[in-house]
């Protein structure tokens, strides 16, 4: 079976519907954000990876070549409580809440933009990974969502 990414057709309108399902009041099953301030995480985590959001470098050689391919290939799901990058974690740099439809409605842009197949993948630099080709790319966008959306039963 191949592997998820969100330039499946199916697997991106499966995400997008995942997250139109999110509700404010939801408690997550792990970790400390909200459901909202998860919206605002993965809108976060994608501007990194375009280079529209600063998050300092953490690439080693370990990183870059064994753990991303244990992340991205291996097919399971990520451990929970994994730790979170200090500029896009909630209370520390990453992006506060505003308005509940209008962040819900920046993520789905941004996995629309992320998945396009016009999307510029050379220039991608993920903090930990380093620069990821068009499918690692994709394949990290579904792993992200996915793992944060089951965080809420999603």
Same mark, same amino acid.
């Given at each position: 079976?191949?592997?998820?990414?969100?330039?499946?057709?199916?697997?991106?309108t499966?995400?997008m519907?995942?997250v139109?399902a999110?509700?404010?009041?939801l408690?997550p099953?792990?970790?400390?954000?909200?459901?909202?301030?998860?919206?605002?995480?993965?809108?976060d985590?994608?501007?990194?990876?375009?280079?529209?959001?600063?998050?300092?470098?953490?690439?080693?050689?370990?990183?870059?070549?064994?753990?991303?391919?244990?992340?991205?290939?291996?097919?399971?799901?990520?451990?929970?409580?994994?730790?979170?990058?200090?500029?896009?974690?909630?209370?520390?740099?990453g992006?506060?809440?505003g308005?509940?439809?209008?962040? /819900?409605?920046?993520l789905?842009?941004?996995?629309?933009?992320?998945?396009g197949t016009?999307?510029?993948?050379?220039?991608?630099m993920?903090?930990m990974?380093?620069?990821?080709?068009?499918?690692?790319?994709q394949?990290?966008?579904?792993?992200?969502?996915?793992?944060?959306?089951?965080?809420?039963? /999603?």
């Amino acid at each position: 079976m191949p592997l998820k990414t969100i330039a499946d057709p199916n697997v991106r309108t499966e995400l997008m519907e995942r997250v139109k399902a999110l509700e404010p009041g939801l408690k997550p099953q792990w970790g400390r954000m909200t459901a909202h301030q998860m919206l605002c995480h993965c809108t976060d985590s994608f501007k990194v990876v375009f280079g529209e959001k600063h998050a300092r470098s953490v690439v080693t050689p370990l990183n870059r070549m064994i753990i991303r391919h244990i992340a991205l290939r291996v097919p399971r799901e990520w451990p929970k409580e994994l730790p979170t990058r200090p500029e896009v974690e909630q209370g520390n740099g990453g992006t506060p809440p505003g308005d509940f439809a209008a962040d /819900r409605r920046a993520l789905l842009a941004q996995v629309e933009r992320f998945s396009g197949t016009g999307s510029d993948f050379d220039r991608y630099m993920h903090p930990m990974f380093g620069k990821l080709s068009k499918w690692e790319g994709q394949r990290w966008a579904f792993l992200h969502l996915d793992h944060h959306l089951r965080q809420f039963g /999603r």
